[in-house]
C-alpha cells in the first residue's frame, strides 16, 4: 500500500508539471513558488516579500514585439492607475543583462520595476521554459494565483483588470472594516480612560485619523478607476 501511495504521488507531481494548453504549469488557486528577483541596480526581492500586496507579474522580453505592445498599456491603464492604491507591478525579462532591460525600458516608456531572469529559471517556475514570454501573473495579497494572461488579447486583458480592481477594492474594505474596529477599540478606551493614559490615547487617535485619511484617497482613486474600466 505504501509503495502504491507513493507511485500516486509522484504521477501527481508529474501531471502538476505538464503545460496547459497556453504552456502553463501553473494554475489560479496555487501558490506562489519561492524564488528571488534581482533588478538592473543589484538590488534583491524575495517572491515573499510580495505577499500582502496585489502584485502583477509581467513576463516579457526586448525582442518580444507583443511584449512591447502590451507594456505601454500595462504602464499606462493599470500602473499608473493603481500604484498608488496599493498594487505592485514588476516586469521579469527573459534571459538579457541590466543594459538591455534598462534600455527596452527606455524604449517602451514604462516606470514599473524590471528584474533580470537569467536562464529563465523564474519564468520556468510558471511555465514551460520553452514556451512564449508574453505572459502576466496577478497575485494576491495572500500569495495565491488569482489570473493569468497569454498574449495580449483585448477580451482578456480587460478581465485582468477587472481582477486587479477587485482584489483592490477588497483590500481596500477589509482594511476599512479594520479600521472601523480600530476606532471601536479607542472609543472604549476614552470611555475607560485615566489622566496617566491620555499621551497614549492621543497617539493612537492622530495614527487612526492618518490611516482613515489615506483610506479616504484610496477609495477615491479606486472610484475613478473604476469609471474607466
Known amino acids: 500500500m505504501k509503495n502504491i501511495a507513493l507511485l500516486l504521488i509522484f504521477v501527481s507531481y508529474l501531471f502538476s508539471l505538464t503545460p496547459d494548453e497556453r504552456g502553463y504549469i501553473v ?13 538592473p541596480d543589484g538590488s ?7 505577499i500582502g500586496n ?41 534571459d538579457e543583462p541590466a543594459e538591455v532591460i534598462n534600455r527596452f525600458a527606455k524604449e517602451v516608456k514604462v516606470t514599473y520595476p524590471i528584474a533580470l531572469d537569467i536562464g529563465a529559471d523564474i519564468f520556468a517556475l510558471f511555465a514551460d521554459r520553452n514556451s512564449g514570454v508574453t505572459r502576466n501573473i496577478i497575485i494576491d495579497q495572500n500569495g495565491k494565483i488569482a489570473f493569468l494572461t497569454r498574449l495580449f488579447d483585448p477580451v482578456e486583458y480587460i478581465e485582468m483588470k477587472k481582477v486587479i480592481h477587485s482584489l483592490l477594492l477588497n483590500q481596500f474594505l477589509e482594511e476599512k472594516q479594520n479600521l472601523v474596529a480600530q476606532k471601536q477599540i479607542l472609543k472604549e478606551l476614552k470611555n475607560k480612560r485615566k489622566s496617566e493614559n491620555q499621551s497614549s490615547i492621543n497617539k493612537i487617535e492622530k495614527r487612526l485619523l492618518l490611516i482613515e485619511s489615506k483610506l479616504n484617497l484610496k477609495k477615491r482613486r479606486l472610484l475613478y478607476a473604476q469609471k474607466l474600466l
Open 54 to 94: 496585489i502584485t502583477m507579474l509581467q513576463f516579457t522580453a526586448s525582442w518580444c514585439s507583443v511584449c512591447r505592445e502590451e507594456m505601454p498599456h500595462i504602464e499606462k491603464e493599470i500602473w499608473k492607475r493603481y500604484k498608488k492604491v496599493g498594487l505592485s507591478v514588476i516586469g521579469i525579462d527573459r
Open 44 to 50: 534583491l526581492i524575495n517572491s515573499a516579500d510580495i
Open 27 to 39: 494554475k489560479v488557486g496555487d501558490k506562489l513558488p519561492e524564488f528571488i528577483m534581482e533588478f
